[in-house]
């Protein structure tokens, strides 16, 4: 995160997940956030996040592969949800090779996207503004 921040020529960063409750991976995301409650309680502190002043800039990184059964409509709603407030409140969104790649697959996706590229240069070169919600 501190590299993606300095290359954003940003002066800090916040982490804040989509889901109120720390989680392995999408399988116990899959068990636990099947009902709204999780998703809901979560954006409280998401929308305090956005609506610091001094928030410019996003990187979308909560992830490319979604959880399955009902969570993943939570999830699908959730990452919907946060994008417009942050398309609304005229924040630029940034992702990884244009996919919101969590950042424990960063050194992956700018191996598959950049093979033989130093790390830094290719997530610097990787890191790209998102021009809608999609």
Known sequence: MKLATETLGCDFYTVANMFATP????VQLARIGSTADGWIK????LEACVDQPEIT??????GVVPPTGSAR???????DWIQEK???RGIRTWMVGGRPAHPSRWQR???RLMPGVDFRIALAHLL???S???
């Open 109 to 111: 996706e700018t191996h």
């Open 128 to 130: 790209t503004e998102s």
């Open 23 to 26: 989680v392995r991976d999408t």
């Open 73 to 79: 409509l939570h999830f699908k709603d959730q990452a």
């Open 86 to 88: 942050l398309l609304t």
């Open 57 to 62: 800039d996003a990187l979308l990184a909560f």
């Open 42 to 45: 979560a954006r409280g502190y």
């Open 132 to 134: 809608s919600t999609d």
